[in-house]
């Protein structure tokens, strides 16, 4: 049984080929759409040195097809089946973070050294961080985290919940959905 009802947003299938006839690695990516995608496809072939000559994109529905025809930034165009498999893996990886992983909580404190004992506390109570947003304003520093247990589970609600009330905070009732991210909370503390 899958628990993880967004899965399905983080799917991305990349296929890389090297094309020696055009001397180009053909990079196909078919991800369900969103805002910044191209953005974040475009940026990670960039960050990993490759150069983009030529590029497609296509949407049905709300699925997005991206093909680019790249290089590698340094040396000759030959096929390195390593290189390809750390390109894909890290194309995967920028498309599929956008949509983290876990159950949405909210922490507002106004001690601003209170994130080692809030790491801490949801440590020991088996529960990892997948994605971790840190926002201080004046006094006020708010984290929102998306935390699933040490399997990679959505955490059961009410744990989730008894931890947040012993940190000062309260447990959000939204996963991480479609927006990747959203939502709103906080508590007291």
């Given at each position: 049984m899958?628990d993880d009802?967004?899965?399905?947003?983080?799917?991305?299938d990349?296929?890389i080929?090297?094309?020696?006839?055009?001397?180009?690695?053909?990079?196909?990516?078919?991800?369900?759409?969103?805002?910044k995608?191209?953005?974040?496809?475009?940026?990670?072939?960039?960050?990993?040195?490759?150069?983009?000559?030529?590029?497609?994109?296509d949407?049905e529905?709300?699925?997005a097809s991206?093909?680019?025809?790249?290089?590698?930034?340094?040396?000759e165009?030959?096929?390195?089946?390593l290189?390809?498999?750390?390109?894909?893996?890290?194309?995967?990886?920028?498309v599929?973070?956008?949509?983290?992983?876990?159950?949405?909580?909210?922490?507002?404190?106004?001690?601003?050294?209170?994130?080692?004992?809030?790491?801490?506390?949801?440590?020991s109570?088996?529960?990892?961080?997948t994605?971790?947003?840190?926002?201080?304003?004046?006094?006020?520093?708010?984290?929102?985290?998306?935390?699933?247990?040490?399997?990679g589970?959505?955490?059961?609600q009410?744990?989730?919940?008894?931890?947040?009330?012993?940190?000062?905070g309260?447990?959000?009732?939204?996963i991480?959905?479609?927006?990747?991210?959203?939502?709103?909370?906080?508590?007291?503390?």
């Open positions: 899958n009802p967004f899965a399905v947003l983080r799917h991305v990349v296929v080929q090297h094309s020696p006839l055009l001397n180009y690695w053909l990079v196909t990516i078919s991800s369900r759409d969103r805002n995608l191209f953005f974040d496809t475009v940026c990670t072939l960039a960050d990993m040195q490759y150069d983009i000559f030529h590029a497609t994109i949407s529905g709300d699925v991206q093909l680019f025809y790249v290089r590698p930034r340094f040396g165009c030959v096929w390195d089946e290189r390809a498999l750390k390109l894909k893996y890290m194309l995967e990886s920028a599929g973070r956008r949509f983290p992983r876990g159950l949405k909580v909210c922490v507002s404190s106004e001690q601003h050294d209170c994130v080692a004992a809030l790491f801490s506390t949801l440590s109570g088996g529960l990892w961080i994605r971790a947003d840190v926002r201080a304003l004046g006094e006020a520093v708010t984290f929102e985290l998306a935390l699933t247990d040490t399997r589970r959505i955490p059961e009410e744990h989730v919940q008894r931890i947040c009330e012993n940190l000062g309260m447990l959000v009732q939204d991480y959905a479609q927006g990747g991210g959203g939502g709103g909370g906080g508590g007291g503390g």
